[in-house]
């Protein structure tokens, strides 16, 4: 091995050391049951520790599993494909751009799924590079969409000047105001700024890259040095649960894809937004899912000259073919591992309950109520009434405006069928169990976007069928015409209940409900006895 293939291994080692393991404390692990074996698998040395210590809270779950089989997340460079966390279901034929039914697999799973973690770390590139192990470095992705940097130094003292609040922003930085001690390769950087957006890529911000001629913390450059592990974000609309939920979801991809120490998934890490805003959002409970620590903005460091030991700068949200708000799906495949992981470790982290039905018999329905001006379902009252004569159904019919976050979450994860008119609120599909079944009312002329969402997911979708049984109000109020996302609608109850029976026989028939119910079953018999 040569020397500077020994610095970039003990820098990849090293590279956002959070917290050395520390006596007994293992807190930082968190993670569902069924992901640790992944854990423990790239971490063999946290599980042996685990392993020799009484107080470790993962001690019996590995004295009782097999983490020394071959499991992998999937982006591993050594994980094959018979291992990995998730495989691609495409039972349905392959068509168009790809030519062959493993192609379409393969596709799958590198467009949405972990694989395509697997291609951000194939395509890191050293951008800035150190020479000794206490300089300062940049590896980036190709479109510079994803970056780890250690030891870089950020100049805020323009901010003082800004007294306007602002967002989206792709002047932050003048040349010069960002930058390390290392070797910069300036036109390979260069070369990765076509996609040059506030939300696509961090192009903006690195173009400005300068290499410093001395280390910045040891020449006393720095008003203040970051040791805590540091996520920046360019976050999307934080008042729409679609677009926020896809800053969370890059985010939570971005922390695999850094995963290289076993604190990789600790919630002792800042996050800083790229904006001065004060965050606020209706779904804000969820960044405690990633962080202990109040959530930062620019005003943090307005003035001041900041050296961060630890960066992390993640995938965005409205990257070209990304995950999930531009994401190209072969036809044909659905279930993807990553967002399933997703799922469980947001629902994990929040601690959100999974209850168990009270009869098997029962399927719980919850009907969405939009309390805006447009898309409002007119004869709601009549279509929630025929579901009440239903006995097989359990009905609620809930706006989820005003009602906490976590609380909106522990009703979603404990529904069976989730109905509701096209609008961010059906993002919800994300939290739903495996065997449930979305069933858009009308998807308003915009066919894919959750039709797509839940294909990824992978829960069921439905939508409605029959457009002579649905009464638009009028032809909408877009200031550019008619649209039919801008009224309101009407639909026949017969049809309506049609389309719920086939949500119902497909999660009766699902194998993970029915597995569910049984459980619950036996369960109530052990209580009873």
Not at 302 to 325: K, S
């Amino acid at each position: 091995m040569t020397n500077l293939m020994f610095l970039i291994s003990v820098i990849f080692v090293d590279i956002l050391r959070f917290h050395c393991v520390n006596g007994d404390n293992f807190s930082f692990i968190s993670l569902p049951d069924h992901h640790l074996p992944y854990y423990f698998k790239r971490f063999p040395q946290t599980a042996a520790q685990c392993l020799e210590s009484d107080e470790c809270p993962y001690r019996s779950f590995l004295l009782t599993h097999n983490v020394h089989s071959d499991v992998c997340w999937g982006y591993e460079y050594d994980c094959l494909p018979a291992n990995a966390f998730s495989h691609p279901q495409c039972p349905g034929d392959y068509a168009g751009y790809v030519q062959s039914k493993q192609n379409q697999i393969d596709t799958f799973y590198t467009q949405a799924d972990f694989g395509y973690i697997r291609e951000q770390l194939l395509e890191m590139r050293i951008m800035c590079e150190p020479l000794f192990p206490h300089d300062s470095m940049l590896e980036c992705s190709n479109y510079l969409r994803f970056c780890r940097a250690r030891n870089i130094m950020i100049d805020f003292t323009d901010l003082i000047k800004i007294t306007d609040p602002f967002r989206y922003k792709t002047d932050v930085l003048k040349p010069g105001q960002i930058g390390g001690y290392c070797k910069l390769h300036r036109e390979r950087l260069q070369s990765q700024l076509d996609h040059l957006s506030a939300l696509q890529s961090w192009a903006p911000e690195l173009r400005n890259f300068q290499e410093y001629p001395e280390r910045p913390v040891e020449a006393n450059k720095c008003d203040r040095v970051i040791e805590k592990p540091t996520f920046i974000m360019k976050i999307d609309a934080g008042g729409n649960m679609y677009h926020h939920f896809c800053d969370f979801f890059n985010l939570y991809m971005s922390m695999h894809g850094n995963a290289s120490h076993p604190d990789a998934f600790t919630t002792d890490v800042n996050i800083l937004i790229w904006e001065t805003y004060t965050y606020s959002s209706p779904f804000g409970e969820t960044f405690k899912a990633f962080t202990q620590n109040p959530i930062l903005d620019l005003k943090s460091f307005r003035g001041e000259t900041v050296c961060f030991r630890n960066l992390v700068l993640p995938l965005l949200p409205r990257m070209i073919f990304g995950l999930y708000y531009n994401t190209p799906i072969v036809s044909g495949c659905h279930s993807s591992g990553l967002f399933q992981a997703f799922s469980d470790h947001v629902l994990h982290r929040l601690q959100i309950p999974l209850e168990r039905p009270k009869s098997d018999k029962i399927l719980r329905i919850t009907f969405l109520a939009r309390r805006t001006k447009y898309r409002q379902i007119l004869n709601i009252d009549e279509l929630v009434g025929e579901l009440a004569k239903d006995d097989n159904f359990q009905v609620q019919n809930i706006s989820y405006e005003g009602i906490p976050f976590s609380q909106q979450l522990e009703i979603t994860r404990n529904t069976d069928i989730f109905i509701g008119m096209h609008g961010a609120g059906l993002t919800h599909l994300l939290f739903l169990p495996k065997w449930a079944s979305l069933f858009e009312l009308y998807h308003c002329e915009d066919p894919g976007c959750y039709s797509d969402l839940a294909r990824l997911r992978g829960v069921h979708y439905l939508t409605w069928e029959d457009q002579s049984k649905l009464i638009q109000e009028d032809d909408g109020h877009h200031p550019d015409g008619s649209h039919a996302k801008f009224t309101n609608y009407s639909f026949d109850k017969d049809e309506f209940m049609r389309l719920v029976n086939v949500a119902a026989d497909y999660v009766r028939n699902h194998v993970d409900y029915q597995k569910f119910v049984g459980h619950s079953d036996a369960q109530r018999m052990h209580e009873e006895l």
